[in-house]
């Protein structure tokens, strides 16, 4: 945590620049495991570095997946499941994941489209959201900012789960990205990239200094 703001370094590809995340002060580590991503870890990977990885929480990045694939990324050790789905999945579908991750170990990441609002009826069912840019073919390290209002009034609305800000965050933006939205967690991906999967440590330490010059409000 810094300045009282949580923050996940995610699409991690190596021990090196988990390490560097967990010394930055990272409060989680995400790793994600869409093959569509090019930052894509396949799960023997993962299991390969995880005897090197700091011991700060990990959470692993999915994309719609089966029981079957959610069941083995809790076998693999992860603290949460980041879950992306499309804002229009049927409910009972949602519920299903429960079967494996418990609410309070599911991030819940619908792609909401613009000029749309969050199925509400999803809201029970997760106690952290995270609201990241939609993009039409993309779940999400677009490095595109999103909607900082929209955050914010969902944020306000329903006030018992844990906002995660995502899309777009680097050094020169997350302040301002924190004022406006009114987050104190968020997601920080290919803002502190030198290439995708590959982390700046240079941007990653600016990206720590923006977040230690932040004064929170409450838009």
Not at 138 to 150: I, L, N, P
Request: one cysteine or more; a neutral charge.
């Amino acid at each position: 945590m810094i300045n009282g703001i949580r923050f996940k370094v995610c699409g991690l590809t190596s021990v090196a620049d988990a390490q560097f995340a967990a010394d930055c002060g990272a409060d989680y580590l995400g790793f994600i495991f869409h093959p569509q991503s090019p930052r894509f870890v396949s799960l023997d990977a993962f299991r390969a570095m995880a005897p090197s990885l700091p011991s700060t929480k990990k959470v692993a990045v999915t994309v719609s997946p089966t029981n079957e694939e959610l069941t083995r990324l809790m076998d693999a050790g992860f603290d949460f499941v980041q879950l992306h789905f499309p804002n229009e999945t049927p409910f009972f579908e949602v519920v299903a994941w429960l079967d494996v991750v418990s609410s309070h170990k599911l991030w819940l990441a619908p792609r909401v489209k613009p000029g749309r609002e969050l199925d509400p009826a999803f809201v029970p069912l997760a106690e952290t959201f995270l609201l990241d840019t939609y993009h039409p073919t993309a779940v999400g390290g677009t490095g595109q900012t999103g909607d900082w209002a929209a955050f914010s009034y969902l944020r306000r609305k329903y006030t018992r789960v844990t906002w995660v800000l995502a899309g777009g965050l680097n050094p020169d933006n997350v302040g301002a990205a924190l004022a406006q939205s009114g987050a104190q967690v968020v997601d920080v991906n290919s803002g502190v990239e030198s290439a995708p999967g590959v982390k700046d440590h240079a941007k990653l330490r600016s990206f720590v200094a923006a977040l230690q010059a932040t004064t929170l409000g409450s838009p």
